[in-house]
């Protein structure tokens, strides 16, 4: 699962059904300040830049309406999966993910 911000500075949900994985791919965006506007609302870009903190219930909205219950289970045990490492935080609602730059 791919959040992938475009080079317009738009953020996408790219292999939705590809639990394995959980990352946030700087497709476009290049710079600290236009990966963070793009992911308003979405993630919190840590100081780092090389990882931030997404809002589960921003992955379900970017999945689109009405989620399949399938789909939602599979998410939910994805999230409980990376639990032992420390990557959800309950009180904020979010799930941890690595930011990948590219070159556009």
């Known amino acids: 699962m791919i959040i992938f911000v475009t080079a317009e500075g738009r953020a996408e949900l790219r292999e939705p059904d590809e639990f394995r994985s959980f990352k946030i ?6 710079g600290a300040a236009p990966l963070t506007a793009a992911l308003a609302g979405i993630a919190k870009v840590e100081a780092n830049g090389k990882t931030a903190w997404v809002s589960r219930e921003a992955v379900r909205r970017l999945r689109g309406p009405n989620p399949p219950p399938e789909w939602l289970a599979a ?9 032992r490492f420390g990557w959800v935080d309950d009180r904020a609602g979010s799930v941890r993910a690595h930011i990948e730059g590219t070159s556009g």
Do not use: I, L, N, T
């Not at 791919?25 to 290049?30: D, K, N, P, W």
């Not at 998410?75 to 639990?83: H, T």
């Open 75 to 83: 998410f939910d045990k994805m999230v409980e999966s990376v639990r």
């Open 25 to 30: 791919v700087a497709g476009g965006a290049s």
